[in-house]
C-alpha cells in the first residue's frame, strides 16, 4: 500500500520544490506543510491539501539544483 514512499514528491507535489513552504514535523514524527504566503494573503491555505498540482503563488526554491541549471 506504501508504494513509491521513498519518494515524497508524489505525495507532496508543487510544495515540495515551493520556496515558500515551510516543512513542520510533530513530535509524534507527522509532517506538515505550512505555506507562508497564507500570513500575508488569505487565498493561500495555511495547510494546503495535498498534493498540490496547481498553485498561483508557486515559486521554485533558488537552491533547486533543476533553476540553477536554468541560469
Known sequence: ???????SYPRVGLCETCKFTRRIES???SIFY???LSLTDASFPKYPRLPVLKCAGYKRKQDDPEESADN
Open 1 to 7: 500500500m506504501e508504494q513509491g514512499s521513498s519518494k
Open 34 to 36: 505550512m505555506c507562508q
Open 27 to 29: 513530535d509524534r514524527g
